[in-house]
């Protein structure tokens, strides 16, 4: 049994939080499996197409994130994830992460913010904020 059958509530709050903030993004299933995919665009009007995946001990790990185009350069802060073989590291140590609170909506805000933390590395060769 997936989170989505423990849980159905959960996962239509999930789907109601997600088409309120990111209206763009499509739910997608795969094999009884649940992928939200979507675009997103940076400050810099740089569109990232993105995926959110969600591992199979959901709630208690949060959503993963995935840049599917464009293809991301080396960089800091990618990790071997659950879900994906290149999921952006967006709660380093478990830091911020509440499994009562994080939603695909709370990655995917996340996700943006690493988008730009990314785009600054591309142009100075430094992470902005704290080391991880």
Partial sequence: MNWIERNPARFE????????????????????????????????????????????NYP????????VEPELKPCPHIRQGNVFPRSLCLFPDGRFFDPDRTTAVTVLGRACVWLMCYETYLQTGHWPGPAQ
């Fill in 60 to 67: 208690m790990a949060p959503p993963e994130v995935e840049v």
């Fill in 13 to 56: 709050a999930e789907v109601e939080a997600m088409r309120d903030r990111f209206p763009q993004f499509r739910l997608l299933e795969l094999e009884g499996d649940y992928f939200w995919f979507g675009e997103v665009e940076t400050n810099l009007g740089n569109p990232y197409v993105l995926s959110v995946g969600y591992p199979e």
